[in-house]
């Protein structure tokens, strides 16, 4: 269910804002009133042994003095804490606060307050039907042709673009990444776009459509406030990078025949930001990228990726951020593709580094390193010791216990996109094969059987 974010924070007070906080990990036994100080937050947060958090109640805010110097607002902590994207921690504090959604939606369809702009997860989940899209192919096409005019604020993001962040101009191009002016950016995407951001004047724009549809309508745009003085991203008054949206989907960066660039024959990188699976697409590498953090990886986005098919050729590569946030969304993301059948392997890189940092500093050989000595995922011995009747090393050795995705890209285009769209549509668990086998046996048995499927 879409939640008006505007109409929840109408609902809120000091009271719901503690009992949130509290629900989140700060300690705020012993302390009084409305402005607190010395208060003791969340591990997830950077927060050590000693309490550094000042909280605002009547607003919410929150901000650590200490060495994380973390700063947000209650919906930015259950994000962070509980590694959720905007909807979904919409959902958490509806929850928490035993809040009533169905008026909180028709709050927001009968004339209240806007929705922020949620799109569908990903382009494999549509329940049942096309998404909307947030905003016009038209639009994308706007912004990306001011990124690319001889203009100031466009020369100084690209200089930062492909000097600094080393992406090929060929890949802004492809991915039809643009610069958009805040008089653009509706009023209704306040949600959308982080509130303690504002004012921001320019903001470079990632568009995440859809790969599954004709006319792939836009489902997601990522926005980064940009700075043409510093020529880097826009910060708040605390130094933190600002800001990022909300909208959680999969962006697909891996080259096909239609999409005017050259197939790449090897596994698909699963990154974990926008800019990590830009610069691996302009260093030769598939890429793929969820738009809201390492913790929120979706199972419906491992099933697309069984229909893609580098994927199905040479498995994929989880390569998350250096740090424990990355490292435990690396895991997650990992058990999801892997139980959606595709061959997985996790990678590693240095401590606070990313796929941008390693491949602008080192380059792609650095980066090749890097994924050369990727651990593979699987079950655990004892899981394997069940299921095969033997060890893990025997499992290892034995390529008729491995299982293999489906190779439905073989199949006839049209037949192709009815087995992927079905096993989807089926559900998380479903992988392709369970489809196109079916479909093999219905064929088998002559047209009486199709017949009776097609009544």
Not at 428 to 443: H, S, W, Y
Request: proline share 6%.
């Amino acid at each position: 269910m879409s939640i008006d974010a505007d109409a929840i924070r109408s609902r809120l007070g000091a009271h719901e804002h503690e009992r949130i906080l509290r629900a989140c990990g700060f300690d705020l036994n012993g302390h009084g009133g409305n402005e607190l100080s010395g208060v003791l937050g969340p591990k997830e947060l950077g927060e050590g042994d000693t309490g550094n958090f000042s909280v605002d109640l009547e607003g919410g805010l929150v901000r650590d003095f200490g060495s994380s110097k973390y700063r947000g607002d209650v919906f930015d902590v259950v994000q962070d804490v509980h590694s959720l994207d905007f909807p979904e921690a919409l959902e958490w504090i509806v929850d928490e606060l035993n809040l009533d959604a169905s008026t909180l939606k028709r709050e927001a369809t009968n004339g209240g307050p806007s929705e922020s702009p949620v799109s569908n997860p990903d382009p494999s989940d549509t329940g049942g039907r096309d998404p909307d899209p947030v905003v016009s192919h038209q639009q994308v096409e706007k912004w990306h042709e001011r990124l690319v005019v001889e203009t100031g604020a466009a020369q100084a993001a690209r200089r930062y673009l492909t000097g600094e962040r080393g992406l090929h101009p060929g890949v802004l191009k492809l991915s039809r990444v643009g610069l958009a002016h805040e008089k653009e950016i509706p009023n209704d995407w306040s949600g959308f776009f982080r509130r303690e951001a504002r004012p921001v004047t320019w903001w470079i724009v990632f568009p995440v459509a859809r790969r599954d549809l004709d006319g792939a309508p836009v489902v997601s745009v990522k926005g980064v406030g940009f700075d043409p003085e510093t020529c880097d991203w826009k910060r708040n008054d605390g130094g933190e990078k600002i800001p990022s949206n909300v909208s959680s989907a999969l962006w697909d960066l891996v080259p096909t025949e239609g999409n005017g660039a050259s197939r790449i024959d090897g596994p698909v990188l699963v990154c974990e930001g926008e800019l990590d699976a830009l610069c691996a697409l302009s260093n030769g590498f598939n890429a793929v990228t969820g738009t809201t953090g390492a913790g929120t990886f979706k199972p419906e986005w491992a099933r697309y990726l069984t229909c893609v098919e580098p994927a199905q050729d040479h498995g994929v590569l989880v390569v998350y951020d250096g740090d424990e946030t990355g490292r435990k969304g690396a895991q997650k993301a990992a058990s999801k593709l892997h139980e959606a059948g595709l061959d997985v392997r996790v990678a590693s890189l240095p401590g606070g580094k990313d796929v941008n940092d390693v491949l602008t500093e080192g380059g792609k050989e650095d980066l090749h390193a890097h994924l050369a000595q990727a651990d593979s995922y699987g079950s655990s011995e004892t899981d394997t010791a069940v299921e095969t009747g033997g060890s893990k090393e025997d499992k290892e050795d034995s390529p008729e216990f491995r299982y293999e995705p489906f190779p439905a890209s073989a199949l006839p285009d049209p037949v192709q996109d009815y087995v992927c769209a079905s096993a989807r549509a089926l559900g998380e668990k479903v992988p392709p094969a369970m489809v196109a086998v079916c479909q093999r046996c219905l064929f088998s048995l002559g047209p009486s059987a199709m017949r009776y499927v097609s009544d």
